[in-house]
């Protein structure tokens, strides 16, 4: 049995959305119809960069390549800092669409693990926000720290943004939802925190988004 698990939390580090992995902070490049792209994103503006915030969970072209807070380099090989440039681009574009992105770099990964599912992993959490960490609980020895993360050059506190590989909603206002998807993994845990200011600023930017619901990453 224990071998089963450790199997398939490998199988977590190597794949994400079902495709091949993409490392935290490294580059790559999406390539889509025209079609697929228009009107398809919700794009971000913060710390003068473009970072994703959402796209349409209904458009199976678009299905395993993107992970809220990936921060968008360039279209079709011209730079770009702001939503109507990014836009323009696309739209002007008369063939297919290529983005260049950094997978969130922002983020950091954690892999937990406890000898028994009767262990508390060693954390606070409220709502999606780690608020506390035990000194020595399992949390701290995986090098979870409750308030290190940096956005804007101020230290904030972290929050969550997929557990074992799976997007959690930036929109998750429920601990017990939380809470319970990092227990589904009985004795192991890859949580993904990005910094919760951020998280604030692209999840009120996406609630203003018409039809929201439709662009917010969950498992």
């Known amino acids: 049995m224990v071998e089963t698990h450790s199997k398939e939390m490998e199988d977590f580090k190597e794949t994400s959305y079902g495709v091949k992995k993409t490392e935290i902070g490294s580059t790559l490049s999406v ?6 792209a228009i009107d398809n994103f919700h794009l971000v503006e913060v710390s003068s960069s473009l970072w994703l915030a959402g796209w349409n969970q209904k458009e199976p072209a678009l299905s395993g390549k993107f992970h809220v807070g ?3 380099l360039s279209v079709n090989g011209q730079p770009v ?5 990014a836009n323009s681009i696309m739209s002007m574009t008369p063939g297919g669409v290529e983005l260049l992105l950094k997978r969130m770099p922002l983020a950091a990964e954690y892999r937990m693990h406890r000898d028994d599912i009767s262990e508390s992993w060693g954390m606070q959490i409220r ?3 780690v608020v506390d960490v035990i000194h020595g609980g399992i949390a701290w020895r995986a090098g979870i720290q409750p308030f290190s993360a940096q956005f804007a050059d101020k230290c ?12 959690v909603s930036v929109l998750c206002n ?14 192991d845990a890859i949580i993904t925190l990005q910094p919760s200011e951020f998280v604030t600023r692209i999840s009120n930017s996406l609630l203003e988004h018409p039809h929201y619901e439709d662009f917010v990453a969950r498992s």
Do not use: M
């Open 31 to 36: 390539y889509l119809q025209k079609r697929h």
């Open 70 to 72: 990936d921060q968008l």
């Open 81 to 85: 800092t702001s939503v109507a440039e």
């Open 127 to 129: 709502q999606n926000r």
């Open 156 to 167: 904030c506190s972290w929050a969550i943004t997929q557990v074992n590989k799976f997007p």
């Open 174 to 187: 429920s601990t017990d939802v939380i809470l319970s998807k990092i227990d589904s993994g009985s004795t």
